[in-house]
């Protein structure tokens, strides 16, 4: 990834992604909460896959979006939050980037598979204690990313 400050074309907004789903994307399988929030998720790895730009956000993003109906939805939890600030370091050490709110981040085939193989390696589980998908991430990352989603390009 890299930093991209041209601003989005019209009609183009960037997916809005927490610190901690920038991490999720590399390990996503089609999995997740229910049918609308794993149609919603394939949708923004598409997008990305596509080429979008990367907004980094606080707390609830686009990844959440289907969730969000419910007052009690887990994505504004402090345990969530706590996750996403370990994450902004996990991949601010794979990137080599400050990865804080605001930063727009185009993904290129070179950066994610520098953080996939951080991954493989166990170097950004550190961020995803607490996380009921852990173990899911780490059998994905482990197998090569057979499955995920989100091409290498």
Known sequence: MTTCNAPDGPGDPPVRLRAHHLLCMLTYVGEGYSPAFVANYDRMVARIAAGAQILIVEGPDDICAPLLGDAEAHCRAASVLARDQRAQQVVAAMTGQDTAPGLRLVPTAGLLARMRAAVAR????????????????????????????????
């Open 122 to 153: 166990g170097d950004g589980l550190s961020a995803c204690g607490g996380c009921e998908w852990a173990d899911l991430c780490a059998r994905v990352a482990a197998a090569g990313y057979s499955g995920a989603r989100l091409p290498a390009r």
